[in-house]
């Protein structure tokens, strides 16, 4: 584990559907592992067809070649409550900084470096706490029914993800984790991170998507050839690796909720984007721009009035209990302040 080139483990998930009672067994051991050394993993055969993730590619593509005045008819509701629609560069402002309601000042001192990059957020239409906000219909047509399949796809993946942990941490039920999450809860985002200048990423003019561990139970990300994903290397706190592109592979990381619920059995691991390990291209004004990045992170939650407290099969007298017990959504709500004002910033160029 100590060569970055192995640092993030490599999960073979065929097994889980077709395997034996101890092919299962061992596969779950194998990623809880990896989850518990690194709190990331790749995951290859995975569920999600290679034809879905080019589809939904080809829809993100589309959505952000729009031009902005389309975008902005789904615009990201104002501050941090309500997370879905269009959030435009320089409006979302990730952070590991936690901004109580009277730290106006830390909040702004955090949004001093902006983030370029933009999203699209996509719930479950049964939520009634996350109301989705679309665009008209004729705007992109097809792209909504799309979305709406591509979240269920991928959440029918991440419900047996959820199995294999709950019998890597040595829990007899493997739907105890099901019964907190009925879906929807969860987060679909497609993420673009257009060109920038590589002085200004290098200086830390601005940012992509600076440090940060996810907030919920577990994050299944895919992304594209470009690189400039980073996770922090297991044994070197404070020094990042790669997280190389591998086609078709879904990485998946583990979310602070699903820490504290394993008492740290598990690992929530800071993890960022900046520039990418590519070619960069070179202005006629001889600039060097990065390549446009595209991914696209699914967030898999508790449900809202879900109780995250510390399993049993996680504690004993050399590792007493960790957190006290936590609702999903004030979790969420804690952890969210800061990253959207309530005043929403103006539209930047980079």
């Known amino acids: 584990m100590d060569s970055e080139q192995d640092a993030i483990p490599v999960v073979d998930f065929s097994a889980w559907s077709n395997g034996s009672s101890d092919d299962k067994r061992h596969l779950a051991q194998k990623l809880t592992e990896a989850c ?17 993730l080019d589809e939904a590619f080809s829809w993100s593509k589309k959505l952000f070649d729009l031009s902005e005045e389309k975008k902005m008819l789904a615009p990201h509701p104002p501050g941090p409550t309500v997370h879905r629609g269009y959030s435009w560069p320089g409006l979302e402002k990730v952070s590991q900084n936690i901004c109580k309601d009277d730290e106006e000042a830390k909040e702004a001192d955090n949004r001093k470096i902006a983030d370029v990059k933009e999203s699209y957020e ?30 269920w796809k991928c959440f029918e ?4 993800l959820l199995r294999a942990l709950a019998i890597g941490v040595g829990l007899e039920d493997e739907d105890f984790f099901l019964r907190f999450h009925s879906g929807e809860n969860n987060q679909l985002r497609l993420l673009h991170y257009p060109p920038v200048e590589t002085e200004k990423l290098s200086s830390n003019t601005v940012a992509r998507m600076p440090a940060h561990s996810d907030w919920g139970t577990i994050t299944m990300l895919f992304q594209d050839e470009c690189g400039g994903l980073q996770v922090e290397h297991p044994n070197r706190p404070g020094h990042f690796v790669d997280a190389t592109p ?105």
Request: aromatic share 10%; hydrophobic share 40%.
């Open 36 to 52: 518990r050394q690194v709190g990331f993993a790749y995951i290859i055969n995975h569920g999600v067809s290679s034809n879905a």
């Open 157 to 160: 993946a991440a419900k047996e």
């Open 122 to 151: 996509i719930g479950s239409e049964e939520s009634k706490t996350q109301p989705n906000v679309w665009l008209p219909e004729q705007v992109l047509p097809g792209f909504r029914t799309f979305t709406m399949q591509f979240y």
């Open 246 to 350: 591998m086609k078709n592979a879904m990485i998946m990381n583990i979310g602070d909720l699903l820490m504290r619920w394993s008492n740290d059995f598990l690992k929530s691991t800071l993890h960022r984007v900046t520039l990418p390990p590519v070619e960069d291209k070179q202005q006629g004004d001889g600039r060097l721009m990065t390549r446009a990045r595209y991914s696209i992170p699914y967030f898999v939650s508790p449900d809202p009035q879900a109780v995250i407290e510390c399993l049993a099969v996680c504690t004993d007298e050399a590792h007493p209990i960790k957190y006290e017990p936590v609702v999903q959504e004030d979790y969420r709500r804690m952890r969210g302040r800061g990253q959207y004002a309530e005043a929403p910033a103006a539209l930047m160029t980079v």
